[in-house]
């Protein structure tokens, strides 16, 4: 009976002793099973309540922890801190911390030995080379080492939770690294740029890509073979490598086989390095790298693969998948890098190609100008002897025809001289011959030509030209080539209003400022950069006349240039005071129709609105104040409507009535009307009347 009881009492000791070790998980289960009294910690039931305690508390948690107790610093962890083990464990286990993590202890033993006196120490994000897969890799920790105190009061173990944080820090590593290569290829213009660029500032690069080879096709070969692939880049291995030949078959087999690599046109791992090409020293590390990753390059749109880009793999990193997407951001940024500098290539190549084309038009329309003169300066001497000949005077019907033949020949003669002032100008031929002029009294003389001209037509005609302090030095025929230009455009595109010229001194005192300002219809703003280009036109602009070769503003503004000084423009549809005016005011119209616009629609259209509340006929939204709007010089009517919107009128229209369409001219503002049957009831009539009005 007295036995029993002591038996009852003698295992209900012994749970009691592992009560501590109850759970754990696998851990746990792994400590229960072990024989410690093989190891310096003794068998369980000997170990002492502190030593108990933290590993209740290591095995409780679900953070990685590690217990290191006793002078061997033997090791008790966690299911947590199992991944950290890496193919260490299960031996990592009671195993003594600094001959299991002999490799980390140039950069942690120092702390490990400070927390064995008292000290606590936290590290975030350390480097370190961990042997856990059989060979040295690359890991980062965040840990901390906090001293177990026992009853005496003495450090009887090191209490360290731990957590990795490889895969954050890499990231953000290989993230820098590629934008800065991709912020230094992307300046190149060619590819030897490129290729020089791919050399990294510094080591960075090169802890996740040991070296690169960039190859370039240079020959498709056919389908038999034939493909060459040249070496134009090279990083992180020295001239004259097994690893980079300077050509290489593409469809060759051996070394990188390439055409392994392309087949799926994503890259593909080389490994076994040593092997194919025989021993080599590739840097940062003491042993060279055993892979690299070949990678097809392929430019936006075509199908055919520039070439190749070689990237060696970390001696110190498995290839994971985090890694191979970085190879493909790495590709990536080489497939932009060369297709911009093909595009630029192409473009250097297109403008080089404009640049010709240009430089033959210009010879053409120089040799064109020779070649008109000497027709033209024969035809104007004949002419002119004609009219001045006062022994045998011409009739009066054939002295006004020679009078226009003659004046035509002039203004011919006129545009000939300027393309052949342009092309010399362009041509580098024209020489300047400065000399210090009153330069007001020379523009108000010049100005003064168009004075009859200006008021011929109309218009109010300024011409400010203050003295200035100091004579300006200048070319006086250029200065009236300059002067006559701005004048005769101004005149030309100014069909009511006033011209104005002022002459002013410039902010510096040395300098004079001419400006030329007209009430002309103004100049669109998508026009305005293009004003100065050599035979463009404005197209849709109201003027005078239309003659010219739009060399004109080309040659005004070389010309400006050869004085060192510069031109501008400023304008505005509609902006000048009286066209701002008439544009506003309502145009005559025919009978009952009204030429306006909303603000809403894109067309403009003739119609007979009932009351004062207009409506457009093209949104159908309606007005108080409709904006006038100038019509164009020929206008199509609207097909008829039996049944308006906005009102009832198919009774007003009959078979003896007749429809007015109205056509008003933008140049005069007068209108032209035009009146046919109206549409019968059987049959609808939709026809459009094109109107031009007889004025112009």
């Given at each position: 009976m007295g036995q029993q009881v002591?038996?009852?009492?003698?295992?209900?000791?012994?749970?009691?002793?592992?009560?501590?070790?109850?759970?754990?998980?696998?851990?746990?289960?792994?400590i229960r099973s072990m024989d410690w009294s093989a190891t310096a910690l003794g068998p369980l039931s000997g170990w002492p309540q502190s030593l108990r305690t933290s590993v209740s508390l290591c095995l409780s948690s679900t953070f990685p922890i590690l217990v290191a107790w006793g002078q061997d610093d033997i090791q008790i962890y966690n299911d947590a801190y199992r991944p950290i083990c890496g193919a260490k464990h299960p031996e990592a286990m009671g195993a003594p911390f600094k001959i299991c993590w002999a490799t980390a202890l140039p950069v942690v033993g120092d702390a490990f030995d400070r927390a064995h006196t008292g000290e606590g120490v936290y590290i975030r994000d350390q480097r370190m080379f961990l042997d856990r897969y059989g060979y040295l890799e690359e890991a980062f920790m965040t840990?901390?080492?906090?001293?177990?105190?026992?009853?005496?009061?003495?450090?009887?173990g090191i209490f360290h939770p731990i957590t990795e944080s490889t895969a954050q820090v890499l990231n953000a590593r290989r993230t820098q690294s590629l934008r800065d290569l991709t912020g230094r290829i992307a300046r190149s213009r060619t590819i030897a740029e490129l290729a020089g660029l791919m050399e990294s500032d510094g080591e960075t690069m090169a802890l996740d890509v040991p070296f690169m080879l960039l190859y370039e096709l240079v020959d498709a070969g056919t389908e038999e073979g034939g493909a060459t692939l040249r070496l134009r880049g090279r990083t992180g291995l020295p001239a004259g490598s097994a690893l980079a030949p300077v050509e290489v078959d593409a469809n060759a087999g051996a070394g990188w086989d390439f055409a392994a690599a392309l087949a799926p046109a994503e890259g593909r791992l080389v490994d076994d390095l040593a092997q194919r090409f025989g021993a080599f020293d590739c840097a940062p590390y003491p042993e060279p790298p055993a892979g690299a990753m070949v990678l097809p390059l392929f430019v936006a749109g075509s199908d055919t693969p520039y070439g190749m880009l070689v990237a060696g793999v970390s001696a110190r990193r498995a290839l994971d998948d985090d890694y191979r997407n970085f190879y493909e951001l790495l590709r990536a940024a080489f497939n932009t890098a060369i297709g911009n500098v093909l595009a630029y290539e192409q473009e250097q190549r297109r403008a080089a190609a404009l640049a010709e084309i240009d430089k033959a038009k210009t010879a053409f329309f120089s040799n064109v100008s020779h070649e008109f003169r000497t027709p033209l300066t024969l035809i104007l001497g004949p002419l002119e002897d004609a009219l001045a000949d006062a022994g045998e005077p011409l009739p009066p019907r054939q002295r006004e025809r020679i009078d226009v033949t003659n004046r035509n020949a002039l203004r011919l003669l006129k545009l000939v001289n300027s393309l052949l002032d342009f092309s010399r100008i362009e041509a580098g031929r024209v020489q300047a011959r400065y000399a210090p002029v009153d330069l007001a009294r020379l523009t108000a003389n010049l100005a003064s030509v168009f004075t009859a001209a200006m008021d011929k037509a109309g218009l109010a005609y300024h011409?400010?030209?203050?003295?200035?302090d100091a004579?300006?030095?200048?070319?006086?025929?250029?200065?009236?080539?300059?002067?006559?230009?701005?004048?005769?455009?101004?005149?030309?595109?100014?069909l009511s209003g006033a011209v104005t010229l002022t002459l002013a001194p410039g902010a510096d005192g040395r300098t004079a400022r001419l400006t030329v300002r007209d009430t002309g219809s103004g100049i669109p703003a998508a026009e305005l950069p293009r004003v100065f280009?050599?035979?463009?036109?404005?197209?849709?602009?109201?003027?005078?006349?239309?003659?010219?070769?739009?060399?004109?503003?080309?040659?005004?503004?070389?010309?400006?240039?050869?004085?060192?000084?510069?031109?501008?423009?400023?304008?505005?549809?509609?902006?000048?005071?009286?066209?701002?005016?008439?544009?506003?005011?309502?145009?005559?119209?025919?009978?009952?129709?009204?030429?306006?616009?909303?603000?809403?629609?894109?067309?403009?259209?003739?119609?007979?609105?009932?009351?004062?509340?207009?409506?457009?006929?093209?949104?159908?939204?309606?007005?108080?104040?409709?904006?006038?709007?100038?019509?164009?010089?020929?206008?199509?009517?609207?097909?008829?409507?039996?049944?308006?919107?906005?009102?009832?009128?198919?009774?007003?229209?009959?078979?003896?009535?007749?429809?007015?369409?109205?056509?008003?001219?933008?140049?005069?503002?007068?209108?032209?009307?035009?009146?046919?049957?109206?549409?019968?009831?059987?049959?609808?009539?939709?026809?459009?009347?094109?109107i031009r009005p007889t004025c112009c």
């Open positions: 002591t038996a009852g009492t003698g295992v209900a000791e012994a749970a009691d002793d592992l009560s501590w070790l109850s759970g754990g998980g696998e851990m746990g289960q792994l840990f901390s080492f906090s001293p177990i105190r026992v009853e005496s009061g003495n450090v009887g011409v400010e030209t203050p003295a200035l004579p300006v030095y200048v070319d006086l025929d250029m200065w009236e080539k300059i002067v006559f230009n701005l004048l005769s455009n101004a005149f030309k595109f100014t280009e050599r035979f463009h036109r404005v197209e849709g602009v109201q003027g005078r006349s239309y003659e010219g070769t739009g060399i004109g503003l080309a040659l005004i503004q070389e010309l400006v240039r050869l004085h060192g000084g510069s031109i501008g423009v400023e304008s505005e549809v509609g902006a000048a005071p009286l066209s701002t005016s008439r544009f506003r005011s309502a145009p005559r119209t025919c009978r009952r129709s009204t030429w306006w616009r909303c603000r809403t629609a894109t067309t403009m259209r003739a119609w007979a609105p009932p009351s004062s509340r207009r409506r457009c006929a093209g949104c159908r939204t309606s007005s108080r104040r409709p904006t006038p709007m100038p019509p164009p010089a020929t206008m199509r009517c609207p097909p008829w409507r039996p049944r308006p919107p906005w009102r009832n009128a198919r009774a007003s229209w009959s078979p003896t009535t007749t429809r007015t369409c109205a056509a008003m001219c933008a140049r005069c503002w007068s209108v032209s009307t035009l009146s046919r049957p109206a549409p019968t009831a059987k049959r609808r009539w939709r026809p459009s009347c094109a």
